[in-house]
């Protein structure tokens, strides 16, 4: 296969083939041009060379192009902590899941850096990342409890763990080197959390 | 001077002689009768006994009259953090913070689980409940890094401080005790939070 199938298959190109990631290109871009509020699906629909059809087949409105993979990352960590071993300590089970999201976002880094630019452009935006971000704590809270860990400390280790994925995030996104490492600055921002004093 | 007297200068009643108060008190009655969706200003002046006019010159919108106190709990945390000692750690100045949440909400223990119920009825409720907590999450970074705390330890330190808040204040909500102190309650999830191990 030439260089530019394979990546093509592994969806890293800058103009990847599907229709998703083509209306997900076209609608950071048009955000980042002329504002969110004032793109359309039409819009977004015309940059990425498809029919307003087509991305209503992939999304449910202009907000969810953002956010349609929020169901992998959550998924993918909440799997970790329900597979952690059943001596893993609840914080140790939520490092596994941050070390899940590192895994699933991990070679995203050019694309979260935009997709962050263009949140952080909208209020609207930022709403909705806040409320990803909300029932990922709950999501990971009900994880923690399945292990039979009691409810004040499941609530308190899953948002202990949201906080290190947050603020690890960012500092991933904000990371000019090209190389940075998801899971190593989750996992770090962690580490200082527990470390923290009165 | 009378109870009654007494009673509506603290602004305690069951009807806030105030129309802000009472317009509140409306809204939270109607979200939770009829949802939020369902409810107008209309509907809420008319319960409240004021005109919409009355309504506006209190509240930008009605989602508005369940957050309109929120610079209140936001600056005086923030003035806690600014006025600990000098020598108090980052996590200090943050206890000082929830002390000072505690302060300005304690005495509000059925106005609190009244409201906690009309906004857990509505996602646009949630969500702008979720904003509140970002800004306070910002206001405090920013109130820390003024102590000339650094950018990275402000922002876990001011986190951890706002999941006590959250955590705490749904305890303290939740708990069916009337002298329930909110103080007590978000200074026991500090200390849980600071104790969690690997």
Redesign the interface.
């Known amino acids: 296969m030439s260089p530019c199938v394979i990546t093509t298959l592994l969806g890293m190109g800058r103009w990847e083939p599907d229709a998703a990631g083509r209306l997900r290109e076209a609608a950071i871009a048009l955000y980042l041009e002329r504002g969110y509020e004032q793109t359309t699906v039409a819009d977004i629909a015309e940059r990425a060379g498809v029919t307003a059809r087509t991305f209503f087949r992939h999304f449910a409105d202009k907000r969810e192009v953002l956010f349609n993979g929020s169901e992998v990352l959550e998924e993918s960590m909440v799997s970790a902590v329900t597979d952690a071993p059943a001596d893993a300590?609840p914080?140790?089970a939520i490092?596994a899941a941050l070390d899940a999201s590192g895994e699933v976002l991990g070679d995203r880094h050019a694309y979260a850096r935009q997709r962050s630019a263009a949140v952080a452009s909208s209020v609207e935006l930022?709403?909705r990342e806040?409320?990803k971000m909300?029932r990922l704590a709950g999501a990971l809270t009900d994880a923690l409890r399945g292990r039979g860990v009691g409810e004040?400390?499941a609530?308190?280790?899953a948002?202990?763990g949201v906080?290190a994925f947050?603020?690890g995030f960012e500092?991933w996104v904000t990371d000019p080197a090209d190389d940075a490492d998801l899971s190593t600055a989750v996992r770090q921002?962690l580490q200082?959390?527990?470390a923290?004093?009165?």
Request: net charge neutral.
């Open positions: 300590s914080v140790a490092g930022q709403e806040l409320v909300a004040i400390e609530r308190l280790v948002e202990t906080t947050r603020v500092r921002v200082e959390l527990l923290l004093r009165g």
